[in-house]
């Protein structure tokens, strides 16, 4: 079992930067597939990133790529979610997801394949004003 808390959402202006970070609880922190997903006020969630066990592969939705960062430490048992340039389109609440990885990282490239994640945070509001 993993709990999922994220932090650090707030408002920004557009052009400015923000780090998501998400604590997890449970000694096997580092067995699971992370990611991190957005849902947009009536829109549908979104995927944004994921990242691997041992934090050496990354996938990134097309509208992030460039200009969002995750990474993780399993000492600390945290993920995080740098975001630089943000836009107005950015606005959402953003979750952190955990997944056990039962099959291969490459099926977590955000495509229709994406698995379903198993354990999923309160989520964080990120809003970017012009």
């Known amino acids: 079992q993993v709990q999922l808390v994220e932090s650090g959402g707030g408002l920004v202006q557009a052009g400015g930067s923000l780090r998501l970070s998400c604590a997890a609880s449970?000694?096997?922190?580092?067995?699971?597939?992370m990611g991190w997903f957005r849902q947009a006020p009536g829109k549908e969630r979104e995927f944004v990133a994921t990242i691997n066990r041992s934090g050496s592969t990354t996938y990134y939705g097309d509208s992030v790529k460039g200009r969002f960062t995750i990474s993780r430490d399993n000492a600390k048992n945290t993920v995080y979610l740098q975001m630089n340039s943000l836009k107005p389109e950015d606005t959402a609440v953003y979750y952190c997801?955990?997944?056990?990885?039962?099959?291969?990282?490459?099926?977590?490239?955000?495509?229709?394949?994406?698995?379903?994640?198993?354990?999923w945070g309160q989520g964080t509001l990120v809003t970017v004003s012009e």
């Open positions: 449970g000694h096997t922190y580092s067995h699971y597939v």
């Open positions: 997801a955990a997944d056990s990885a039962g099959r291969p990282f490459a099926y977590y490239n955000g495509g229709s394949y994406l698995p379903r994640f198993e354990y």
